[in-house]
T-cell receptor, first 114, second 114 residues
Framework: DAGVIQSPRHEVTEMGQEVTLRCKPISGHNSLFWYRQTMMRGLELLIYFNNNVPIDDSGMPEDRFSAKMPNASFSTLKIQPSEPRDSAVYFC????????????FGNGTRLTVT | GENVEQHPSTLSVQEGDSAVIKCTYSDSASNYFPWYKQELGKRPQLIID?????GEKKDQRIAVTLNKTAKHFSLHITETQPEDSAVYFC?????????????FGKGTKLTVNP
């Protein structure tokens, strides 16, 4: 199993540009999570999908952030327009059954917005 | 909502000593408590977890204890080795309004000195 695959590994963009982060969960996992990690705020849940349906998006900072999961093997997190305060490492994770089973994290996308 | 407090934020021990990291949670409905290890520049990885129907779980040099009455759980690492140096995160999970939640503590940076 290749694990959770995220792309790109690094993204540097200018303020105001659109950023799209991608994630392929582990096959057979029915839950997918997007987390943001910063030194100040730690690991923050942005959104959580169960069977491709968004269950909890209360952590999405504002309307600039959106996430989709069109099928069981792909999800995107989009930021439009991006701002310097969005700079962070964004992790995607998947699990067999929701938040009460082990999360398998991808290697993350380090986003820098200048 | 749930709040997970983790202490200490940094911990330095000599190789061979034991390390203990403690977490408290606020919601008595929490019933799943995983611990993740994150090495520098890497993704978080599950090292051990415990459910609320169990008081203690051990896996080689690591163990987790849970006190539901006091609402705290701890990670114990014995015979520490330099490769144990990493940031450790605790988390608590519960069900709220049909949605599963998982909240992470802020992390403990463990340094094992040779």
């Amino acid at each position: 199993d290749a694990g959770v695959i995220q792309s790109p590994r690094h993204e540097v963009t200018e303020m105001g540009q659109e950023v799209t982060l991608r994630c392929k969960p582990i096959s057979g996992h029915n839950s997918l999570f997007w987390y943001r990690q910063t030194m100040m705020r730690g690991l923050e849940l942005l959104i959580y999908f169960n069977n491709n349906v968004p269950i909890d998006d209360s952590g999405m900072p504002e309307d600039r952030f959106s996430a989709k999961m069109p099928n069981a093997s792909f999800s995107t997190l989009k930021i439009q327009p991006s701002e310097p305060r969005d700079s962070a490492v964004y992790f995607c994770a998947s699990s067999l059954r929701g938040a009460r089973s082990p999360l398998h994290f991808g290697n993350g996308t380090r986003l820098t917005v200048t | 909502g749930e709040n997970v407090e983790q202490h200490p934020s940094t911990l330095s021990v000599q190789e061979g000593d034991s390390a203990v990291i403690k977490c408290t949670y606020s919601d008595s409905a929490s019933n799943y408590f995983p611990w993740y290890k994150q090495e520098l520049g890497k993704r978080p990885q599950l090292i051990i977890d415990i459910r609320s129907n169990v008081g203690e779980k051990k896996d080689q040099r690591i163990a987790v204890t849970l006190n539901k009455t006091a609402k705290h759980f701890s990670l114990h690492i014995t015979e520490t080795q330099p490769e144990d140096s990493a940031v450790y995160f605790c988390a608590a999970s519960w069900v709220q309004g049909g949605s599963e939640k998982l909240v992470f503590g802020k992390g403990t940076k463990l340094t094992v000195n040779p």
